[in-house]
């Protein structure tokens, strides 16, 4: 990480971080694949991470999560150390993932898939309003969940994670493979749920997506955070940009 | 009094309820191993000794304590299933991430230490446990006589399956348990405590085959070996409707029951191997089974 990048992503956060990530190393197995994470999230950002395939992007989540359970290093909530936690107990903690493979459940239907996930604090969304967000789910309540077409279950798979009280949302990739409309939809509701007072972590490959949606942007690369770009500096930095994400 | 190709129907009638009492038993007990499957990935084979000591459990406490029928009905399912629970949480949670294999070995073993110890201490010959006399007796139907407890036997076995059916397939609580079988990780992710689920799925399957066994006491003599023999004809009843279907592992259950009662009719001698017949047949057109999801 070259010495610039590290003081604007130091100052960048500010002091009261949401999630503090530090020295963050995780493994599948034997295999060594996190070598270094480093980045915060404020109450109310929603922040990025971009990076090429393979890069590290959904392995981070997993470790902040949990479920990447061989890991290292930090990783705060509120304050509160979670690296020796299991995933059950950090979901308590407010965090919430909707994962790169959506994970719908096919022997659930559409509500049942909805209201898995159980309360872990006041101040989710009501099932009204997650509807009124997603009309669509309401309509086809009683469809088997895998049934939906692949916007609806990536609506879906966001739409389960509101209702919890959760207020830090990890959202890896929800645009990845739909079309342009829905893409859009997807931007939408996410400034939505800024709006709302959610903080969101959000992975993606298509950074023009993620430069109408957040406030900043991690890079990350061979398991490290290599940069932080500001959302309104992006622009100058396309260059930059494009020599990480190699395209 | 009509007569089908030549079988007079009391003789019809009388084989097709001793096929549905043996499918109550084939249905109660490959739940319980489906149930197990689906969320534990294990195949338990000490499922019959399971049912095995069911049966002993209602009759110690009759003998012993004098405890009646209707209290082993409730009590034993309880004090069965909680064998269950200490066996997951002692052994067969060490061997989840292992494969299947490892699980089926460790049950078989268990299976033949407790019907070791059963038979050590009260030998192979079978004890008698009493029909309640609020179900002694029976009814002329006509054209059979019914046996009040036989016909009790179903009903209370269609009851517990269709109320396990019921609690899997249209509860929140199903709704757990059929998530954590598909994606066990993601379930925890959401805050569900997966391990205490799986502890109680097992605990829950392990009482359903004490519950058969108090069912079986009073019509097979309580005996050490009731479940070893019972068990090989409920894991084919399992292969044939699929591991792991709810719904599969009940209607094969009672049908079996019923195809075996009518092939003792028809063809007696086949009676004993049908349902290993149709297994074979089954596995060489639907691996999966009947009812299975997926190869
Ligand atoms: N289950 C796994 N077992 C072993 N290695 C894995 C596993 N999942 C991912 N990896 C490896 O870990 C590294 C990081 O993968 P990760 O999925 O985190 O990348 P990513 O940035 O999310 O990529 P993509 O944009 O393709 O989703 C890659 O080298 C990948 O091959
Ligand atoms: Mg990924």
Redesign the pocket.
């Known amino acids: 990480m070259t010495e610039a990048a590290t003081m604007t992503h130091s100052t960048a956060a500010g002091g009261d971080a949401l999630l503090r990530i530090e020295g963050l190393q995780g493994w ?2 034997e ?1 060594h ?1 996190l070598h270094g994470i480093d980045f915060e999230v404020r109450e109310g950002e929603v922040v990025t991470l971009l ?10 989540l997993l470790a902040i999560m949990g479920i990447l359970s061989k890991r290292k290093g930090s990783v705060t909530m509120r304050g509160a150390e979670t690296i020796q936690m299991e995933p059950r107990h950090i979901a308590k903690l407010g965090i919430a993932l909707c994962p ?1 493979e959506r994970g719908i459940f096919s022997s659930l239907n559409v509500e049942e898939n909805l209201m898995l996930p159980p309360k872990i604090a006041d101040g989710g969304l009501s099932v009204e309003r997650i509807y009124e967000l997603f009309p669509n789910l309401l309509e086809r309540k009683r469809s088997q969940g895998t049934k939906l077409s692949g916007g609806e279950q990536q609506m879906l798979a966001i739409a389960r994670i509101l209702r919890t009280g959760a207020k830090l949302l990890l959202l890896d ?1 929800p645009t990845e493979g739909l079309a342009p409309v829905i893409v859009q939809q997807i931007g939408a509701t996410i400034r939505q749920l800024k709006q709302e007072g959610f903080t969101i972590v959000l ?1 993606e ?1 298509n950074f023009r997506f993620a430069a109408s949606v957040a406030d900043r942007h991690y890079v ?1 690369d061979q ?1 490290r955070v290599v940069d932080m770009i500001p959302n309104a500096e992006l622009d100058a930095n396309i260059d930059k940009l494009h020599a990480y994400l190699g395209v | 009094m009509f007569e089908l190709l030549g079988i007079p129907p009391q003789v019809l009638m009388g084989q097709l309820l001793l096929g549905l009492i043996n499918g109550s038993f084939y249905a109660v007990l490959s739940l319980g191993l489906a149930v197990i499957f689906g969320l534990l990935n294990i195949i338990n084979f000490s499922h019959g000794a399971q049912y095995m000591l069911g049966a002993f459990v209602a009759w110690m406490l009759l003998e012993y304590l004098g405890i009646n029928y209707w209290w082993a009905l409730l009590i034993v399912p309880i004090v069965v299933g909680a064998t269950g629970v200490v066996l997951e949480k002692l052994a067969l949670r060490r061997l989840y991430h292992l494969d299947h294999l490892y699980g089926l070995l460790l049950t078989f073993g268990v299976a033949l230490i407790i019907q070791g110890l059963f038979r050590n201490y009260y030998g192979i010959s079978g004890l008698p446990y009493n029909i309640p006399s609020q179900l002694s007796g029976g009814q002329n139907l006509g054209f059979m006589f019914l046996p009040n407890y036989r016909g009790w036997v179903v009903v209370a076995s269609v009851i517990v399956c269709f109320g396990t059916w019921f609690v899997i397939e249209k509860t929140r609580l199903g709704a757990y348990l059929r998530a954590a079988t598909e994606n066990p990780t993601l379930v925890g992710a959401f805050g569900i405590n997966v391990p205490l689920m799986i502890m109680l799925t097992y605990g829950f399957g392990v009482a359903l085959a004490g519950f058969a066994g108090v069912l079986a006491a009073p019509i097979y003599s309580v005996n050490p070996n009731m479940g070893a023999d019972l068990i090989i004809v409920v894991f084919a009843v399992v292969v044939i409707g699929g591991m792991g279907s709810i719904m599969g592992a009940i209607v094969t259950g009672f049908g079996l029951g019923v195809i075996e009662g009518l092939t003792k009719v028809f063809y007696p001698a086949g009676s004993a191997v049908v349902i290993f017949v149709i297994m074979a047949i089954v596995l060489m057109i639907k691996p999966e089974g009947l009812f299975g999801r997926n190869a």
């Open positions: 599948y197995g295999s694949v990076g090429r395939n393979g890069a590290g992007k959904t392995s981070t790169e990739e992975v490959q990350v398991g």
